[in-house]
């Protein structure tokens, strides 16, 4: 268990709808990453957080945005979906993103579905 | 980033190491070297990293060549559950860290 938590497990939906994941970074842990991995694609990395703010970004399309709260949790918002957006979607989190504590911890993930 | 080349598969049979190699020959000086896995769909699992010397820890050991354009992860004595897809990442240390995953390394372990 690496202390990461993600909601939901899973998700079924339709195309064109609106889903929101939702992370949990570990005690402590001000950085947050979304990566998404599809079958196609293997594991991609989409955005991160720290602190609150944004501090890259990846290839995140228009349709998909992201925070993070004062709590530090995070989320992941979906819109319009499409079929091709069915995939894991992996958060994780690190104490800080510079230095030496940058070793990031994955949560277990979604599986998301687009029917 | 510098870019990573492993083997696309590899076996070995439980209770014997796992030597996992990885080709990182344009990496730069402020670069580290990292391993993770993923286990069929789990979140990927940090396992160990380094910048130039040897480093160990009770998951697995990591060496380094001397010109840091190579590192093999070594897992002693491996067992079925260490079957899983091996990443080896080149990590520069900025204010963004962000993880570029390659194909990995698909590592069985036979009983």
């Known amino acids: 268990d690496s202390g990461v938590t993600q909601t939901p497990k899973h998700l079924i939906t339709a195309t064109g709808q609106r889903v929101t994941l939702r992370c949990s970074p570990r005690?402590?842990?001000?950085?947050v990453y979304w990566y998404q991995q599809s079958l196609d694609q293997g594991l991609q990395f989409l955005i991160q957080y720290y602190n609150g703010e944004e501090r890259a970004k990846g290839n995140i399309l228009e349709r998909f945005s992201a925070q993070q709260f004062p709590d530090l949790h995070s989320e992941l918002n979906l819109s319009s979906l499409e079929l091709g957006d069915s995939a894991l979607y992996f958060c994780?989190?690190?104490?800080?993103?510079?230095?030496?504590?940058?070793?990031?911890?994955f949560g277990p993930g979604t599986r998301l579905l687009v029917l | 980033d510098a870019k990573t080349t492993q083997p696309p598969s590899m076996d070995c049979a439980e209770g014997r190491a796992a030597n996992l190699p990885c080709n990182h020959s344009?990496?730069?000086?402020?670069?580290?070297v990292y391993w993770y896995r993923q286990i069929h769909s789990q979140g990927p699992q940090y396992i160990i990293h380094g910048l130039k010397n040897n480093e160990t820890n009770e998951m697995a050991s990591l060496i380094i060549t001397e010109d840091r354009k190579s590192s093999t992860l070594i897992l002693p004595h491996a067992t079925l559950r260490d079957t899983a897809v091996y990443y080896c990442?080149?990590?520069?240390?900025?204010?963004?860290?962000?993880?570029?995953f390659g194909s990995g390394t698909r590592l069985l372990v036979r009983p």
């Open positions: 994780a989190s690190s104490v800080d993103p510079g230095g030496s504590r940058k070793t990031q911890y």
């Open positions: 344009t990496i730069s000086g402020n670069e580290y």
């Open positions: 005690s402590g842990d001000l950085s």
């Open positions: 990442i080149v990590v520069r240390m900025d204010s963004s860290y962000k993880l570029i």
